[in-house]
């Protein structure tokens, strides 16, 4: 019963030994805000936002997958816009977007998102895959 149990904490020493190697050398590789091998793409402030985008009845919404963010009327939002439009069979369906822009939480007087986003660079606009088509029509 001994032997088992000084068994059981030599393993368990061992293990954490190496789990605490391990963060050791992940946080040698972190790159901070202040670390020089930053881009200069990573150090100018803005975010890349993932998502779906709709403007509809003047009112431009981004919804990724953690967060709904409401969108400023600018004319990047209306060049992004026009890219969207050329994907939609309705004017209420969301396109697949990737942007980089500036999120906001300052209060807005037509935007009532607690979270905004100035677009400021259009990375991506692609087709709305079939299979994410999920609005459920009640009806003719």
Same mark, same amino acid.
Request: glycine fraction near 4%; charged fraction near 30%.
């Given at each position: ?34 670390? %020089? ?53 309705? %004017?209420?369906?969301?396109? %697949? ?11 807005? =007087? ?7 986003? =100035?677009?400021? =660079? ?5 087709? %709305?895959?079939? =299979? ?9």
């Amino acid at each position: 019963m001994k032997k088992a149990f000084l068994t059981a904490i030599i393993l368990t020493a061992l293990i954490s030994c190496k789990k605490g190697t391990k963060s050791e050398s992940l946080e040698d590789t972190v790159i901070t805000a202040d670390s %020089p091998e930053k881009t200069a793409k990573q150090n100018d402030g803005l975010t890349l936002l993932k998502g779906d985008f709709v403007f509809y009845d003047g009112a431009a919404v981004l919804q990724t997958h953690t967060n709904i963010y409401g969108v400023l009327i600018t004319d990047k939002m209306q060049e992004l816009n026009k890219k969207a439009e050329a994907f939609k069979l309705k %004017p209420t369906d969301m396109v %697949p977007v990737a942007i980089r822009g500036k999120i906001t939480n300052e209060k807005h =007087e037509k935007i009532l998102w607690d979270n905004k986003v =100035e677009v400021i =660079e259009i990375l991506n606009v692609t087709a %709305p895959k079939k =299979e994410d088509n999920n609005v459920v029509k009640l009806g003719n």
